[in-house]
């Protein structure tokens, strides 16, 4: 069974940075998008950003310029740089993973393995 263990998160001020990090259980080069979700209290999950095995990404509008993902093959580990951190950013994010299908807007319904999340929490 493939495990995706996210680890990075914490408590940051407003204006701070964080790196996730998301660690593989198999090689990421069997995933054909990676990414991140997050899902803040009472809210829907929705996708942060996602990579494609191709190098494609995609970011939601309110984490252009702020966030930057990117993948270690060497490694198996996807990481997730958030800059300028703001306090509606406070979620649990969740690394996910679409083994077959995808591109860089990996639908949840394309998701085959979610990792447990990390709490991320901004505060003002």
């Known amino acids: 069974q493939v495990q995706l263990v996210e680890s990075g998160g914490g408590l940051v001020q407003a204006g701070g940075s964080l790196r996730l990090s998301c660690a593989a259980s198999?090689?990421?080069?069997?995933?054909?998008?990676m990414g991140w979700y997050r899902q803040a209290p009472g809210k829907q999950r929705e996708l942060v950003t996602a990579i494609t095995s191709g190098g494609s990404t995609n970011y939601a509008e309110s984490v252009k310029g702020r966030f930057t993902i990117s993948k270690s093959n060497i490694k198996n580990t996807v990481y997730l740089q958030m800059n300028r951190l703001k306090p509606e950013d406070t979620a649990v994010y969740f690394c996910?993973?679409?083994?077959?299908?995808?591109?860089?807007?990996?639908?949840?319904?394309?998701?085959?393995?979610w990792g447990k999340g990390t709490q991320v929490t901004v505060s003002s």
């Open positions: 996910a993973a679409a083994s077959h299908t995808s591109g860089p807007n990996m639908p949840t319904s394309d998701v085959n393995y």
């Open positions: 198999k090689s990421i080069f069997s995933f054909r998008t």
